[in-house]
């Protein structure tokens, strides 16, 4: 099946730095990338969207300036979170999906996961 | 807007027996897409089945059972003969016509032996 790869699974920042997460389709060309925040034992919440080329779009009450999204190709999507603070620590998960396979299947692909942890 | 409930936040069984995961959903969409995905400790996202709203064929894969009933807007999951391996936390989740994915708040499954 469809890969998607996402790295760092790890990430321990001091507070003020800023940290890049990359979400890359292996074995397909991903349209359209969708990045998740999940909270300890919570469920997953859908940040932004992002298409290929194009500017992400961001879900109510998540900071745009904050969470920087690029998604210059259709295999990579990146996540920056700027000035990190340790409210943000936090476990990312990308997803990605493909035109095409979507309207074969309507599935959508999941990174392993990012664990960001902010000192 | 769409909703995804899973009523059950925690359920305890002992290893053999069956269970039932409940999954509740709200859309307007005409055409959807309904998942379960289990979450294991280490975070990853392990796919377990995938149904659009048109087809309403209830699925058996192994130890695994899906009802979905349009009627009543529920996708419940069954694992029968549960083993200590399967505790984990399962998410159902719904794709609109938009492509967002909406989770359910997720049920944490234990199975003791």
């Known amino acids: 099946g469809a890969v998607v790869s996402q790295h760092p699974s790890r990430v321990i920042c001091k507070s003020g730095t800023s940290v890049k997460i990359e979400c890359r389709s292996l074995d397909f060309q991903a349209t359209t990338m969708f990045w998740y925040r999940q909270f300890p034992k919570q469920s997953l919440m859908l940040m932004a969207t992002?298409?290929?080329?194009?500017?992400?779009?961001?879900e109510q009450g998540v900071e745009k300036d904050k969470f920087l999204i690029n998604h210059a190709s259709l295999t990579l999507s990146t996540l920056t979170v700027t000035s990190a603070h340790p409210e943000d620590s936090s476990f990312y998960i990308c997803?990605?999906?493909?035109?095409?396979?979507?309207?074969?299947?309507?599935?959508?692909?999941f990174g392993e996961g990012s664990r960001l942890t902010v000192l | 807007a769409q909703k995804v409930t899973q009523a059950q936040t925690e359920i305890s069984v002992v290893e053999k027996e069956d269970v039932t995961l409940d999954c509740v959903y709200e859309t307007r969409d005409t055409t959807y897409y309904l998942f379960w995905y289990k979450q294991p400790p280490s975070g990853e996202l392990v796919f377990l089945i995938r149904r659009n709203s048109f087809d309403e064929q209830n699925e058996i894969s192994g130890r695994y059972s899906w009802n979905f009933q349009k009627s009543t807007s529920s996708f419940n999951f069954t694992i029968t003969a549960s083993q200590v391996v399967d505790s984990a936390v399962y998410f159902c989740?719904?794709?609109?016509?938009?492509?967002?994915?909406?989770f359910g708040d997720g049920t944490t499954l234990t199975v003791k032996p």
């Open positions: 989740a719904l794709r609109g016509n938009a492509g967002k994915s909406t």
């Open positions: 992002s298409n290929e080329g194009s500017k992400a779009t961001y």
């Open positions: 997803s990605a999906s493909s035109g095409e396979l979507a309207g074969f299947t309507g599935e959508l692909f």
